[in-house]
């Protein structure tokens, strides 16, 4: 039997698995420890992961990437808004939901978003299958906690199509506090710890108040901004530099997919750089019609730029906070993790807010899938793991334990 956690992301994937001396990240057939979630079309083939990212370029208009973000309503406003920055051609489908067509094999096919999943569960479930030598069934799978039931219902089906067999979804929160939790040994066993995660994804923000004791951890509450994570930031750079190149080139870029595509990749790449240094150049060659373009950025402009999307943290820390009845000066550590925490505004204003500094204790891009899997190996009965408990105190349901 396995114990598996995936973490299911926008941007990548990644899977964790119990092993005897603890839990291990699973390599790709890249020897990467991250996989893209998307998939991509060719004219003879189906590209998966890394191998997907590779061919995105060359096929825009057949590449399904944040399939994340799709398992919703096709006239959801959220939806439409995730859809005109993406190449493709939607439609809605007899359930409401949205329907993908491309062409493939030179027929036109349609595809729904829980497909699209599949495809993608069915690449991860290849990758722990050859780390293990054996078949994989039994996963945890984290989700966000503003999941709808449809959002929910859908990864299920995606999991289930593969032969996956998902124990539970994990909310992502409560897998990073778990995987914080479990290893770590100098809680007081009196007075309570807490501790404020705040998790940057690559499309939206979540934080969670957690007040963990010795062999214990309660999520007080959480909050969420399902629309603000590190892809807003790259988009604030993409349309900075798509109006400066109209302006010095004549170039549209919004007219051309393979443009978008490319650009929205070299401002990603801007973004990274911007985070370890006070200015950094952005150049693509041949972006369109045959043009090579170049810009330059300061990391102070860029801030002023992205000035409203920094001010929406506060809102759901200051909710999170409310809810779970507590004040700035009762926290005690404030952990930031996700693959969108790395720019240094971002940490300027937390540590502003909650006025101290912030721990990375955890990986970053790794803790809830070592969360869910930690959650696999607590709810089978065949791996032996030290006794901890988990409970989520915020639900308006009876709060979730387990134990083993």
């Given at each position: 039997?396995?114990?598996?956690?995936?973490d299911f992301?926008?941007?990548?994937c990644?899977?964790?698995?119990?092993k005897?001396r603890?839990?291990d990240v699973?390599?790709?057939?890249?020897?990467?420890?991250?996989?893209p979630?998307l998939?991509?079309?060719?004219?003879k083939q189906r590209?998966l992961?890394s191998a997907?990212?590779?061919?995105?370029l060359?096929?825009?208009?057949?590449?399904i990437s944040?399939?994340k973000?799709?398992?919703?309503?096709?006239?959801?406003?959220?939806?439409q808004?995730?859809?005109k920055?993406l190449?493709?051609?939607?439609?809605?489908?007899?359930?409401?939901g949205?329907?993908i067509?491309?062409?493939y094999?030179?027929?036109?096919?349609v595809?729904?978003?829980v497909?699209?999943?599949?495809?993608l569960?069915?690449?991860l479930k290849t990758i722990a299958?050859?780390?293990f030598g054996?078949?994989?069934s039994d996963?945890v799978i984290g989700?966000p906690s503003y999941f709808?039931?449809?959002?929910?219902?859908?990864?299920?089906?995606a999991?289930?199509i593969?032969g996956?067999?998902?124990?539970?979804?994990?909310?992502?929160?409560?897998?990073?506090a778990l995987?914080?939790?479990?290893?770590?040994t100098?809680?007081p066993?009196?007075?309570p710890i807490?501790v404020?995660?705040v998790?940057?994804g690559?499309c939206d923000t979540?934080?969670s108040?957690?007040?963990f004791q010795?062999?214990?951890v309660?999520i007080?509450?959480?909050?969420?901004?399902?629309?603000?994570g590190?892809?807003?930031?790259?988009?604030?750079?993409?349309s900075?530099f798509?109006?400066?190149f109209?302006?010095?080139?004549?170039?549209?870029?919004?007219?051309?997919?393979?443009?978008c595509?490319?650009l929205?990749?070299?401002?990603?790449?801007?973004?990274?750089v911007?985070?370890a240094?006070?200015e950094a150049a952005?150049s693509v060659?041949?972006l369109m019609?045959?043009k090579d373009v170049?810009?330059?950025?300061?990391?102070g402009?860029?801030?002023n730029?992205?000035s409203g999307l920094?001010?929406?943290?506060?809102?759901?820390?200051?909710?999170a906070?409310?809810d779970?009845?507590?004040?700035?000066?009762?926290i005690?550590s404030v952990?930031l993790?996700?693959?969108?925490s790395?720019?240094?505004a971002?940490?300027k204003?937390?540590?502003?807010?909650?006025k101290?500094?912030l721990?990375r204790?955890l990986?970053?891009?790794?803790c809830?899938?070592?969360?869910?899997a930690l959650?696999?190996a607590?709810l089978s009965p065949v791996?032996l793991?030290?006794?901890?408990e988990?409970?989520?105190m915020?639900?308006?349901?009876k709060?979730t334990h387990?134990?083993c």
């Amino acid at each position: 039997m396995s114990g598996v956690g995936i973490d299911f992301g926008n941007e990548s994937c990644v899977i964790a698995a119990v092993k005897q001396r603890g839990i291990d990240v699973l390599l790709n057939d890249e020897s990467t420890r991250e996989t893209p979630s998307l998939v991509c079309f060719g004219e003879k083939q189906r590209f998966l992961g890394s191998a997907g990212a590779a061919s995105a370029l060359t096929h825009p208009k057949s590449t399904i990437s944040q399939v994340k973000r799709l398992s919703r309503r096709f006239a959801d406003p959220d939806v439409q808004n995730e859809l005109k920055m993406l190449p493709l051609e939607t439609s809605k489908g007899p359930d409401g939901g949205i329907l993908i067509h491309l062409n493939y094999l030179k027929e036109t096919h349609v595809f729904t978003p829980v497909q699209i999943a599949a495809m993608l569960f069915a690449h991860l479930k290849t990758i722990a299958e050859k780390d293990f030598g054996t078949t994989v069934s039994d996963c945890v799978i984290g989700v966000p906690s503003y999941f709808t039931n449809l959002q929910r219902r859908a990864y299920l089906d995606a999991a289930a199509i593969v032969g996956l067999k998902p124990s539970m979804l994990f909310h992502d929160c409560t897998a990073t506090a778990l995987s914080y939790g479990v290893y770590k040994t100098d809680f007081p066993s009196a007075a309570p710890i807490y501790v404020a995660f705040v998790d940057i994804g690559h499309c939206d923000t979540q934080v969670s108040i957690a007040t963990f004791q010795v062999g214990q951890v309660k999520i007080l509450s959480h909050a969420f901004d399902r629309s603000l994570g590190g892809r807003d930031f790259d988009e604030v750079l993409f349309s900075h530099f798509a109006a400066k190149f109209k302006e010095q080139y004549s170039i549209d870029v919004y007219s051309n997919s393979r443009a978008c595509k490319r650009l929205r990749v070299a401002c990603e790449k801007l973004k990274k750089v911007l985070s370890a240094n006070l200015e950094a150049a952005l150049s693509v060659e041949c972006l369109m019609d045959e043009k090579d373009v170049k810009g330059f950025i300061k990391r102070g402009e860029f801030e002023n730029l992205a000035s409203g999307l920094l001010e929406r943290i506060h809102i759901p820390c200051n909710k999170a906070l409310a809810d779970a009845g507590l004040t700035i000066e009762k926290i005690n550590s404030v952990e930031l993790v996700g693959s969108g925490s790395r720019i240094p505004a971002i940490t300027k204003v937390l540590t502003s807010l909650f006025k101290r500094e912030l721990s990375r204790t955890l990986n970053a891009s790794e803790c809830v899938a070592r969360g869910c899997a930690l959650q696999c190996a607590m709810l089978s009965p065949v791996f032996l793991v030290k006794e901890y408990e988990d409970r989520m105190m915020y639900s308006s349901k009876k709060p979730t334990h387990s134990q083993c």
